[in-house]
């Protein structure tokens, strides 16, 4: 039986394959730094930046970073990565217990990796980026220690198999309603459906915005982009899946940028860049950021999720509906 150690590492090398690796804004492509390594390299980079000094590795900080905001979108992924990371240093001790003390090797690792989660869950707000990672092997150490020293394993090795084996579910965003009707009581889905896709449309015709989306509908309609709404998250959810194709829906978030500078954010959180620099250090900001080069990039979707701005899924034909309604079809 394969080891949770070796899970977690093949479950990574599954995710990851060959391919180059963003620890900075997790896409290649949208990342300002154009060299990246492959997932075999990027790892014994990390590796050797935790054994030299973690606090002040910008590498670990980064990977910190990310995992929180594939926390914050439901993604176990870079999660799994962190753990891949430091669980060389994690096998010498489990060895070292098992054999001294008698304890059974998988006990140990399992506890080891459950309470390194535990502590990851704890520091998620209040403690810098930076001191994670040391507090994720210093609790680990600890455990791996009590379970060689008293006995009944608490940790049985089929909860962590879970935990590789299923998906997380995707956190949803607060939704609060734009208009007297609130569309999430209303208990017709097919309506409540149309009308956040219309009432969206409506805003963006408000504010000039429409032009821009149409070419991004284009690029759908023309196969050239397709929506970026899974079946298996539509299938529950969403109910018209005749009108025009379930290519055709989109998450609102996809109309803007994947990621901002940290001065733009600040504005719209109402701080000043300065003290939004302030709390990073002090691992105080309200929602992760990453870290690229000597710069910090602001997640669109965390900073919605942090105004409350509803992420919701919507057709684009109820999009055009509704701006063209709006607008009296002037530009249809």
Request: neutral net charge.
């Amino acid at each position: 039986m394969m080891g949770i150690f070796d899970l977690i590492e093949r479950k990574v090398r599954e995710n990851f394959g060959d391919a180059p690796v963003c620890v900075h804004v997790g896409n290649v492509d949208e990342c300002d730094i154009k060299r990246h390594p492959v997932y075999s390299k990027f790892r014994r980079d990390v590796i050797a930046a935790g054994v030299k000094s973690a606090p002040s590795s910008r590498m670990w900080e980064s990977l910190i970073a990310i995992g929180r905001l594939s926390d914050l979108m439901g993604d176990e992924t870079w999660r799994l990565v962190i753990l891949d990371c430091i669980i060389p240093c994690f096998r010498s001790v489990s060895v070292r217990v098992s054999r001294d003390f008698g304890a059974e090797l998988e006990e140990v690792q399992s506890a080891m990796v459950v309470t390194a989660l535990e502590v990851w869950n704890d520091t998620s707000a209040g403690v810098s980026p930076r001191h994670v990672r040391d507090r994720m092997v210093k609790g680990a150490f600890d455990v791996a220690y009590r379970k060689g020293s008293c006995a009944p394993p608490e940790y049985p090795m089929d909860e962590m198999e879970l935990f590789l084996q299923s998906e997380a579910p995707a956190l949803g965003f607060g939704l609060r309603a734009a208009s007297i009707i609130n569309s999430d009581l209303i208990r017709d889905a097919d309506f409540a459906e149309q009308l956040k896709g219309e009432r969206y449309g409506a805003v963006l015709q408000k504010h000039g915005c429409m032009e821009d989306v149409l070419g991004y509908h284009d690029e759908i309609r023309t196969g050239r982009r397709s929506g970026s709404v899974k079946q298996s998250v539509m299938a529950p959810r969403l109910s018209r899946f005749s009108i025009s194709g379930v290519k055709n829906y989109y998450y609102t978030s996809d109309l803007y940028p994947s990621f901002i500078g940290l001065k733009e954010a600040a504005v719209v959180m109402g701080i000043t860049e300065s003290a939004a620099h302030r709390l990073i250090r002090a691992g105080q900001f309200p929602f992760p950021v990453a870290r690229a080069g000597r710069s910090y990039k602001v997640s669109t979707k965390a900073l919605m999720h942090f105004k409350e701005i509803p992420d919701v899924i919507v057709h684009m034909d109820d999009v055009e509906n509704g701006a063209r309604h709006a607008s009296a079809g002037a530009w249809w």
